[in-house]
C-alpha cells in the first residue's frame, strides 16, 4: 500500500511546471471527480479544467467553482454543460474542447452509477449506466486522444473498479438487451471487464498515453442512489439500511479519496511520466514494467490480475472492441479536409477562423432538453459549440475506409495524429 504521507508528500510537489496543465474531468459534479478537482486546486498551480457536468447540476456546482476560484485564483475553471450518456452531446463537447484546446493533459472520467433498478435506455437505445460508464467514456477517449498525444506526460483515469475483473462476459449479448440477461451486479461486471479490455486496447495502440483504471474503494460519494428507482423498494431499504452505512464505515475521508486520485493524475509511480517517484514502480496489465494500463486499487497499488486479464485478452478484447467501434462509429466522424497538422479525430482550427474549417449540419435537437448547451463560468465568459447530428453513412465511409492518408489516418483500430508531409510513406 502506498501510504497517504507518501501520497502528501508527492502531491505537494505538484507546481505551475508539473501540474496537468489542461485537465478534462468529465463527472466532477460531485463524488470522487469533485474531491479530486479540488485536490489539483489546491495546489496552487495553474490550471485550466474542463468540468463536464449535467444542466441540472449547474446551479448546484457553482459555488464549488467560486470556491475553487478562491482557493486559487490562477485556476480557471471552465464549466462545460453536456448530458453526457448520450453519444451526440459527448461528440459535441469534445468538439467544444477541440476547438479551444491543441493538448490536454488529463482526462478524468467518473461519470455513471450502479444500475439497482430496472433497465433504462437512452434516446440513443443504449441503457443509462452502461453509456455513461463505458460508452461515452471510450467516446471521449477516442475524441480527445489526439490533444492527449499532444501532452508531454498525458494520462487518462476511469474509475470503476479495475483489477476487480471477472473471466465471465456477455458477449453474445453484449449489451444485456435480451429478457432477464439485466441486472446490477451482471451489468456492473460487464461494464469494469469492458472498461479494461478496450483500455488496453487503446494503451497498446497509443504507448505515449498513461491509462489507468482505478477501483476507489469505499467512498462516500452519495451517488448509490441514483440507480434506485423505486425508494420503497427492497433495494432501497438495502441501500439505506446495509450499504450506506458500510460506507460511512469503511470509506476514506473526502480529503484522501481526492489525494490518492490525484497522486493517479500525476505521479511516475504509473508509467515514469510524471511526479518524480522513488518507490516501487507500478506494473501495467501486461505484468510488465513501462507505460500501458494500470489497474490501480483503493490503496494505489497496481493489480494487474493477470490469470483473467489474459483469459479477456483471449477470448473477449477483439469482439468488444469492434463491438465499441460499431456502436460508436456514427459519432466518430473524420473532418475530410485536410491542415497544416491533422489528427484522425478531425482536429482543426474550427471555432478560430480556420479556412479549413468543415461547416456542421445544423442539429435539430439542438435545443431539445437532451441536447444542452455549453457553458462557461470562467473569467473568458461563456463556451460556445455546435452539436452535430451524427450522420451514420459518412461515419462508416471515414472510419478506415476511403480516406486519403493525407486527410485522416486509422491504425490498428486507435486515432493518430498524422503528419500530411510524411502520411501515406512506409505504412
Known amino acids: ?77 471552465i464549466w462545460t454543460e453536456g448530458e453526457v450518456s448520450l453519444l451526440a452531446e459527448t461528440k459535441r463537447v469534445c468538439e467544444v474542447i477541440r476547438s479551444k484546446e491543441r493538448h ?17 435506455e437512452t434516446a440513443e437505445g443504449l441503457e443509462i449506466a452502461q453509456s455513461l460508464g463505458y460508452y461515452s467514456r471510450m467516446l471521449f477517449i477516442l475524441h480527445l486522444l489526439p490533444l492527449l498525444e499532444n501532452a508531454e506526460a498525458p494520462r487518462v483515469v476511469g474509475v470503476l473498479a479495475g ?54 474503494g469505499w467512498v462516500n460519494t452519495g451517488n448509490v442512489w441514483r440507480g434506485v428507482d423505486d425508494p420503497n423498494s427492497i433495494m432501497a431499504w438495502f441501500v439505506w439500511l446495509i ?15 481526492g489525494q490518492r486520485h490525484l497522486f493517479q493524475c500525476t ?10 517517484w522513488k518507490g516501487k514502480a507500478g506494473v501495467n496489465s501486461l505484468n510488465k514494467p513501462g507505460n500501458g494500463l494500470f489497474l490501480v486499487n483503493y490503496k494505489c497499488d497496481c493489480t494487474p490480475n493477470a490469470r483473467v486479464m489474459s483469459v479477456l485478452r483471449e477470448k ?40 479549413d474549417a468543415v461547416p456542421r449540419a445544423p442539429d435539430s435537437d439542438h435545443n431539445s ?20 447530428k451524427p450522420d451514420a453513412a459518412a461515419a462508416a465511409a471515414d472510419i478506415g475506409k476511403g480516406i486519403p492518408k493525407n486527410q485522416c489516418e486509422y491504425r490498428r483500430l486507435s486515432w493518430r495524429v498524422v503528419d500530411p508531409a510524411t502520411a501515406g510513406h512506409g505504412g
Open 243 to 257: 450499504l450506506e452505512p458500510l460506507i460511512g464505515l469503511f470509506s476514506f475521508s473526502d480529503e484522501e479519496s
Open 1 to 77: 500500500m502506498v501510504s497517504y504521507n507518501e501520497i502528501k508528500a508527492s502531491n505537494a510537489l505538484i507546481n505551475d511546471a508539473t501540474a496537468p496543465r489542461v485537465a478534462v474531468f468529465v463527472g466532477g459534479t460531485s463524488g470522487i471527480g469533485k474531491l479530486t478537482i479540488r485536490a489539483l486546486v489546491a495546489t496552487g498551480a495553474s490550471v485550466r479544467i474542463y468540468l463536464v457536468g449535467r444542466q441540472s447540476s449547474h446551479e448546484r456546482t457553482n459555488p464549488f467553482i467560486q470556491e475553487l476560484h478562491a482557493m486559487n485564483p490562477k485556476a480557471d475553471i
Open 163 to 216: 483489477g476487480m475483473e471477472w473471466t465471465s462476459i456477455e458477449l453474445d449479448d453484449i449489451e444485456l438487451k435480451q429478457p432477464g440477461n439485466f441486472g446490477m451486479i451482471k451489468a456492473q461486471r460487464q461494464q469494469v471487464n469492458m472498461n479494461s479490455i478496450s483500455l488496453e486496447r487503446l494503451a497498446g495502440d497509443n504507448p505515449h498515453v498513461t491509462f489507468v483504471h482505478s477501483c476507489p
Open 267 to 276: 505521479s511516475a509511480a504509473f508509467g515514469g511520466g510524471g511526479i518524480p
Open 369 to 388: 432538453p437532451t441536447a444542452a448547451q455549453p457553458l462557461s463560468t470562467s473569467p473568458s465568459g461563456r463556451l460556445d459549440g455546435d452539436a452535430a
Open 104 to 120: 490536454v493533459d488529463l482526462l478524468f472520467l467518473t461519470a455513471g452509477y450502479a444500475p439497482f433498478g430496472a433497465r433504462r
Open 316 to 355: 473477449a478484447q477483439g469482439r468488444i472492441w469492434d463491438h465499441t467501434l460499431e456502436v460508436l462509429g456514427p459519432y466518430l466522424q473524420c473532418s475530410r479536409r485536410s491542415n497544416a497538422r491533422r489528427t484522425q479525430c478531425g482536429q482543426d482550427d474550427v471555432g478560430q477562423g480556420s479556412p
